[in-house]
């Protein structure tokens, strides 16, 4: 299993300011993944942070407005730009691994809940 | 495009019952299904991984069925106690090998009465 330690926890922003999230991984894991869950929803993948190269980032969702950093196996940020109360949400931080065929459980950090006013 | 859902969205029990949460999902070529556990306001905890050549995975009071061909999970909750009291959560990791990305369904939310 891996822990995942991500921070900071919560937070309240003003709109128009950029808050970075923070994620650790106590082990070197293969994948590493943002995702967002907005109130009373389920989670939705931002992108796929790449170690050493660009984030893959999904539909609906751009590196001006979330970008990413990956410097090495086991660490990661997730910006959230220029924010607005939409960007109010759970941000969660996921990581994998791959050995051999089997075991490529998923796991979660605690999240970070943003409230932007 | 693969579809998760969950039935029931919520779910509401007396303390000491056992129950069962119901994941389908559209495509059944999936490489593994998760079942996660969320607490108000915070992360996953992952509870019970089944690869797609399993039937089942058992871990304390919690058993996990996968029916892959119809599409198919079950989370068997046994003698369920106020402390189960969360947000369940099903997603599906597609097969090819290379796909990691996990597709989740909207949760069931369970409260267990004491």
């Known amino acids: 299993s891996a822990v995942i330690s991500q921070k900071p926890s919560r937070d309240i922003c003003q709109r128009g300011t950029s808050l970075t999230i923070q994620c650790q991984v106590d082990?070197?894991?293969?994948?590493m993944f943002w995702y967002r869950q907005q109130p009373g929803q389920s989670l939705t993948l931002i992108a796929t942070?790449?170690?050493?190269?660009?984030?893959?980032?999904e539909s609906g969702f751009v590196i001006d407005k979330f970008p990413i950093s990956r410097p090495n196996l086991t660490f990661s940020t997730l910006t959230v730009s220029n924010m607005s109360p939409e960007d109010s949400s759970i941000y969660l931080c996921?990581?994998?691994?791959?050995?051999?065929?089997?075991?490529?459980?998923?796991?979660f950090g605690q999240g970070t809940r943003l409230t932007v006013v | 495009k693969q579809e998760v859902t969950q039935i029931p969205a919520a779910l509401s029990v007396p303390e000491g019952e056992n129950l069962v949460l119901n994941c389908s999902f559209t495509?059944?070529?999936?490489?593994?299904l998760q079942w996660f556990r969320q607490d108000p306001g915070k992360g996953l905890t992952s509870l019970l991984l089944?690869?797609?050549?399993?039937r089942e995975q058992t871990s304390g009071r919690l058993n996990a069925s996968l029916d892959k061909s119809s599409g198919r999970s079950t989370l068997y909750i046994a003698a369920s106690q106020p402390g189960d009291s969360a947000t369940y959560l099903c997603?599906?990791?597609?097969?090819?090998?290379?796909?990691?990305?996990?597709?989740f369904g909207k949760g069931t939310l369970l409260t267990v009465n004491p």
């Open positions: 495509d059944s070529a999936i490489y593994n």
């Open positions: 942070a790449n170690q050493g190269s660009e984030a893959t980032y």
């Open positions: 082990s070197q894991v293969t994948m």
């Open positions: 089944i690869q797609s050549s399993q």
């Open positions: 997603a599906v990791r597609p097969g090819g090998g290379s796909n990691y990305k996990l597709t």
């Open positions: 996921s990581a994998s691994s791959t050995r051999g065929r089997m075991n490529t459980e998923a796991f």
